[in-house]
């Protein structure tokens, strides 16, 4: 009688382990799930961000992981006036932005104004006839792009060769990233927001847009 007292004792010990292992394993999952839940916001936006015109991976590169997320873009096409901006809004409370325009304004105009002196505080790339910058001593990541584009109702005695697509994008408050990583993923950003505005600006003889820019030197 004492002996299958015993087996039975055992029986039970062996069939409480099973529950408190299952529901260590339930509460992790639940736990797991609901992390997931608060901090993958980014991941669901839209693929092609803006009505399409952005990647959410870049949004994805500069931003810290969110419970929500949502995009919302601003475009005026009329006439000469070609406007767009892109921006991802997290609750987290961090945000990426982007904007471009058509403007009168060559290469050297165009980085006197936004760098300055001395240029060593940006870095900057090119590609046939496309340039594109970021300063290094901002912590948003701050960074520019220019398009040459003359606009498609120009006539041709009236257009310039100063005319071209300007973007400039940066992260308010924290990126997921920091230095070289995030003004290389906000740079990327400005690029998209300026392809997208070389397609509204329908601009004559339209420059070849690489899928992305040559990357930045180490700095």
């Not at 409480?16 to 609901?34: D, T």
Request: charged share 20%; aromatic share 8%; proline share 4%.
């Amino acid at each position: 009688m004492a002996e299958s007292t015993r087996e039975a004792e055992r029986a039970a010990t062996r069939y409480s382990i099973k529950w408190i292992v299952l529901s260590l394993v339930i509460f992790g999952l639940l736990g797991g799930g609901a992390w997931f839940a608060l901090t993958t916001g980014l991941e669901r936006l839209p693929t092609k961000m803006c009505d399409g015109a952005v990647d959410r991976d870049l949004a994805i590169r500069a931003l810290p992981r969110t419970r929500t997320a949502h995009d919302s873009y601003d475009q005026r096409s009329g006439g000469t006036e070609i406007e767009y901006a892109c921006r991802v809004y997290t609750s987290a409370g961090s945000i990426l932005t982007g904007r471009a325009g058509v403007n009168d304004v060559s290469p050297a105009t165009w980085v006197e104004h936004f760098v300055g002196s001395p240029q060593q505080d940006a870095i900057k790339v090119s590609v046939g006839g496309i340039e594109a910058m970021a300063r290094l001593d901002r912590e948003s990541g701050i960074s520019y792009v220019y398009v040459p584009c003359v606009l498609r109702d120009f006539r041709a005695r009236d257009a310039s060769k100063s005319y071209a697509v300007t973007a400039e994008a940066s992260v308010i408050g924290d990126g997921r990233v920091s230095g070289a990583a995030l003004r290389q993923a906000v740079t990327d950003f400005a690029y998209q927001v300026a392809v997208h505005t070389v397609d509204l600006a329908q601009c004559q003889g339209r420059p070849f847009l690489p899928g992305k820019l040559p990357r930045y030197p180490a700095q």
